[in-house]
């Protein structure tokens, strides 16, 4: 079953703006997951914050969690073309391996 | 590039064609999965092997097959398919530990006429 839901389902900015997307989950996790996927292809990881972590960076990405909120952020700075994706986020289930997925945040940068 | 490779990217198949979907993973992992997206639907787990073992059949119709004849090869046996399941399949990999990173293969885009 489908624990994260990302919000807002789709998102269109100008190239340089930030982008913002939400996740928000149901049950104790011990780590959160993003994930990007370009049209058609695969999905890639991009980074992975733990129950213990408040905010982390990779880069561009900045991503909170608040355990308190089952919730998550993605904010992508200073956005290019090239960032234009679906953007899902994952949540182990129970303690088991498997991830479950929300159905993404669909995210256009404009030129 | 992420180590894991499907073949073949797209495919093309009749509802009374047999084909195979191939994936491979050079990760050195001990979970394999395939799941399928469709159209602006959430991705949905098939199956999960571990150490070559089925560990999950999410109720997926006997039309669709798996096989995981060792921890680096899963391939999914597909066989009188419905225009339904025409669908981007993936396939990932992970090392089988609680909350792991999954890494994709860039997915077979089926098309059932």
């Known amino acids: 079953s489908q624990q994260g839901e990302e919000d807002p389902q789709a998102l269109s900015i100008q190239e340089g703006e930030n982008a913002t997307m939400n996740c928000s989950y149901k049950?104790?996790?011990?780590?959160l997951q993003w994930y990007r996927q370009n049209s058609g292809r695969g999905l890639v990881h991009l980074i992975l914050?733990?129950?213990?972590?408040r905010e982390k960076h990779s880069g561009r990405l900045r991503v909170t969690l608040d355990t308190s909120k089952k919730s998550s952020s993605l904010l992508i700075t200073a956005s290019r073309a090239a960032d234009t994706a679906s953007y899902f986020c994952a949540t182990p289930v129970s303690n088991d391996y498997k991830l479950s997925f929300g159905a993404g945040t669909t995210v256009t940068v404009r030129a | 590039e992420t180590g894991v490779t499907q073949t073949p990217r797209h495919l093309v198949m009749g509802m009374t064609n047999k084909k195979s979907l191939k994936c491979e993973q050079h990760l050195g992992h001990n979970a394999m999965y395939w799941y399928k997206q469709s159209a602006k639907k959430p991705l949905e787990l098939m199956f999960v092997?571990?150490?070559?073992?089925?560990?999950e059949n999410n109720s997926v119709p006997s039309r669709f097959s798996p096989e995981c004849p060792n921890s680096s090869h899963l391939f999914l046996h597909l066989h009188t398919l419905q225009p339904e399941d025409s669908a981007l399949y993936l396939c990932?990999?992970?090392?089988?530990?609680?909350?792991?990173?999954?890494?994709f293969g860039p997915g077979t885009r089926l098309t059932v006429l």
């Open positions: 092997y571990s150490l070559e073992e089925r560990v």
């Open positions: 049950t104790s996790i011990n780590n």
């Open positions: 914050i733990r129950s213990n972590e």
């Open positions: 990932a990999s992970s090392q089988g530990v609680a909350g792991d990173t999954q890494y």
